[in-house]
């Protein structure tokens, strides 16, 4: 029984004073929730542009939304930078004002922020907890659910804007005789290892995710059919040429089958659903014509 056990004898280490409380943002809404941005006391850009400091992943957000400062005495101000659709606090639209802890910001209508001064411990639990509800535990590239949230957004996004948008959907060849052959962790090494490589490949604002065992699929922004098949040949060819190794004296390769699908070849009407199931169903081709391929056209 736990209550009978005694105390193991430890030396008591005296907590460090030099642990420092910094500000951060929290994301509490939307697809980026959970993410946590620390502010080193300069002045941040948040927005949906790749030029922001804080990056946020929201149609209703402005590429340049809005800027967080710190002022000379240390205390922090919000700043809307001309937004489309406004920065709010305590329930009121504003264009400088300062943040105390606790202060909720909501940029346009869907995303919220909140405010707080915290420790190195906290910020570390944050960050993790964060990770570990959008990241594969094995890859540590982003999971299906994740990808599954941003596709909707994206779809919808790219709808509304009339801007190219197109998925890959890569399987690897033969995974369970690699699994039978040489061990499970074997298996794992090739998963982490084509993943790794296949981030690299892909551009910042393109997003990989683990959509099933040795399943994987890409989504690719501001993309057409012609890039999307283009890209999908470049990881095809790099995944072939890798030297995974599964034993000390023994390196294997291995191939993938990708399915890509754009935008426009789904019905006007057709959502994320459509878009993956069109992919899905031009890899099983890839996989049915001889695997080792990209197939990017037909149903």
């Not at 700043?79 to 940029?107: H, K, M, W, Y």
């Not at 919808?156 to 399987?171: I, T």
């Not at 090494?189 to 040795?214: N, T």
Request: glycine share 8%.
């Amino acid at each position: 029984m736990a209550a009978d056990r005694t105390t193991d004898p430890v030396l008591t280490v005296v907590p460090s004073a030099g642990t420092k409380d910094r500000a951060t943002l929290t994301v509490i809404s939307g697809i980026n929730a959970g993410q946590v941005f620390a502010l080193d006391g300069t002045d941040h850009v948040v927005g949906r542009g790749t030029e922001a400091d804080l990056w946020l992943e929201d149609g209703g957000v402005s590429r340049r939304h809005a800027r967080v400062s710190c002022r000379s005495d240390g205390r922090y101000f919000v700043e809307d930078l001309g937004s489309t659709n406004g920065t709010f606090l305590a329930n009121q639209r504003i264009d400088v004002c300062e943040l105390r802890p606790g202060d909720r910001i909501q940029l346009g209508p869907h995303v919220i922020l909140r405010f707080a001064i915290t420790d190195d411990a906290e910020e570390e639990l944050q960050r993790r907890l964060y990770e570990s509800s959008t990241r594969d535990a094995l890859t540590r590239v982003y999971n299906r659910k994740y990808f599954t949230e941003r596709l909707t957004a994206e779809v919808a996004y790219s709808r509304r804007h009339k801007v190219k948008l197109a998925v890959m959907l890569l399987d690897l060849d033969d995974f369970k005789a690699t699994n039978d052959t040489y061990g499970h962790l074997a298996g794992d090494m090739v998963l982490r290892l084509v993943s790794a490589q296949m981030q690299r490949l892909i551009r910042v604002e393109d997003l990989l995710a683990r959509y099933g065992g040795e399943e994987f699929i890409i989504l690719a922004r501001s993309t057409g059919k012609t890039e999307a098949v283009r890209l999908a040949e470049r990881i095809r060819e790099s995944i072939s040429e890798l030297e995974i190794p599964v034993a000390p004296d023994r390196s294997i390769r291995v191939t993938l089958s990708l399915g890509v699908a754009a935008l426009p070849d789904v019905a006007p009407d057709g959502g994320p659903n459509e878009l993956i199931a069109l992919a899905d169903a031009r890899l099983y081709r890839a996989k049915a014509e001889g695997k080792n391929r990209v197939v990017g056209e037909g149903g």
